[in-house]
């Protein structure tokens, strides 16, 4: 299937949901700050509970160091997720691009039938929908998530799939070192075991096993269905519109190496890209 390449054509005044100069992609929504801030005060949290409560006053530093390390390189890669996730452009369509000598430059044939946006005036590529907190049309779009302030898109959806990944992995850690350390404080009758006082010391670890459990559950759907959905090559926007099937659909795996690139320990880095599509001489992308 070829795809026609947009990004070509944008404009270079074209700052809208940009900052920082037009480096990052920024989403000026003020329910979506607010969750992506206590999307972060939570993990502080957890942080602050995992270590000044359950592994620094631990007498076991064999056990503490080997928790400590597995605890903040996945805290590390969630956040460093989170960031690009929120901060990358999922795949905006150029605003206000539908116009004949734009077209004209698109290659488009005549009489050629092409799909228009009426909220932002662009020519919508195949399986892109318009999304009303962005304000911009996103190609394979999925869904907007509040809690990373952006849609997830073409661009940012392996950023969202790693952040929704070490989001649970660490909410399982956080239980599991919770619910050993109120059993060690038990059995050593409090003494020893923390450097807060009981009460304070089991209303932490309660908090922290509550935060633990309900994240731990609702990452986990959440990786599940987008992992559903690269497998079918559906988004889930496709799946809840029940749109029929206008693009040629990819096997499995090659849908997984669209979002992921090919196989490698890279799949589980935020810090590196999937393998650009190859671009043919007529300006078309080729999936």
């Known amino acids: 299937m070829m795809e026609y390449e947009y990004g070509s054509f944008r404009k270079e005044s074209d700052f809208h949901n940009r900052c920082c100069g037009g480096v990052l992609w920024c989403i000026r929504d003020i329910c979506g700050i607010i969750c992506a801030i206590l999307t972060w005060l939570l993990i ?55 116009t004949k000598e734009m077209i004209k430059q698109m290659g488009f044939r005549e009489g050629q039938v092409i799909f228009k946006c009426p909220k932002c005036c662009s020519i919508k590529p195949d399986r892109a929908h318009h999304c009303s907190v962005c304000q911009r049309c996103i190609r394979k779009m999925d869904h907007h998530c509040p809690w990373v302030n952006n849609c997830v898109g073409e661009n940012n959806q392996k950023y969202f799939v790693l952040f929704t990944f070490y989001i649970a992995t660490i909410s399982l850690h956080s239980l599991f070192l919770a619910v050993n350390q109120f059993l060690t404080c038990v059995r050593h009758e409090w003494k020893g075991c923390t450097s807060y006082s009981p009460p304070a010391t089991v209303v932490l670890l309660l908090f922290l096993a509550f935060e633990a459990l309900l994240f731990a559950v609702f990452t986990a759907v959440m990786l599940a269905t987008q992992v559903q959905a690269i497998w079918t090559d559906e988004t889930g926007i496709e799946q809840l519109k029940k749109e029929e099937a206008r693009w040629v659909k990819k096997s499995r795996w090659k849908s997984i190496q669209a979002v992921f690139g090919r196989f490698s320990l890279l799949w589980f880095s935020p810090f590196a890209r999937p393998t650009p599509k190859f671009k043919n001489e007529c300006g078309l992308y080729a999936v």
């Open 44 to 98: 502080l949290y957890a942080e602050f509970v995992v270590m000044s409560v359950i592994l620094i006053p631990s007498p076991y530093p064999i056990y503490s160091i080997i928790n400590m390390i597995i605890f903040q390189t996945c805290a590390f890669l969630a956040l460093t997720s989170h960031f690009k996730t929120m901060f990358t452009d999922p795949g905006a369509v150029p605003k206000g691009n539908a």
